[in-house]
């Protein structure tokens, strides 16, 4: 078998682990944060960070177009010269904290990405999302790491292999985000 073959082998296998019931607890903590009018907070460090920037695209502009209403919804990575200003003065652990305490409000969905489960800013956010009140869900990789530990629910991608919890994560959104897109349509 070529690595190609193997690798998209292995994607399907982890698809296949996929809780389905996982990801309709986060379908519907989008959709009651559409309904209420609450904020959706994301965030991750690296390919993470660029899956909860995507993601955002698709959470607030297309749901807007088709709800006549957009999902408000922030990337908490998406600003770097907040979060550098904040690894500068205080360390990279605290880069995330600080925008929980300025935008999340009880009520509020704060959904965390780690591959590893284990990034301490991510880690540090969920927490304090936790102490204001905020609903959180994780998506991790390898075995949930701290980040299962600290969300109040988490989806856990159960492999070793960096790239395909990744492609797994951004998956996991899309259907998310297409599930609601479905429900909230011409609402």
């Excluded at 607890?25 to 209420?36: H, I, M, T, Y």
């Excluded at 492609?167 to 297409?178: G, K, P, Q, T, Y």
Aim: with cysteine; proline share 2%.
């Amino acid at each position: 078998m070529s690595f190609i073959s193997n690798y998209f082998s292995r994607v399907k296998e982890l698809l296949d682990t996929v809780v389905e019931s996982d990801i309709e607890k986060l379908v519907s903590a989008l959709e009651d944060s559409w309904r209420k009018d609450r904020r959706v907070l994301i965030m991750g460090n690296g390919g993470s960070s660029a899956t909860a920037s995507h993601i955002v695209n698709d959470l607030q502009k297309c749901i807007h177009l088709e709800a006549g209403r957009p999902l408000k919804t922030l990337c908490l990575s998406d600003c770097t010269p907040l979060m550098m200003a904040w690894a500068n003065d205080t360390e990279f652990e605290n880069v995330f904290s600080p925008q929980i305490e300025c935008w999340a409000e009880a009520g509020d969905l704060v959904i965390g990405i780690s591959g590893s489960g284990n990034s301490m800013n991510v880690i540090n956010a969920m927490e304090s999302a936790n102490r204001r009140g905020a609903i959180t869900i994780g998506l991790a990789g390898y075995q949930g790491g701290k980040l299962a530990q600290v969300s109040k629910e988490c989806i856990v991608v159960r492999s070793d292999n960096m790239q395909q919890i990744e492609d797994l994560h951004m998956i996991i959104l899309h259907v998310a985000f297409s599930a609601l897109r479905e429900r909230v349509k011409n609402a």
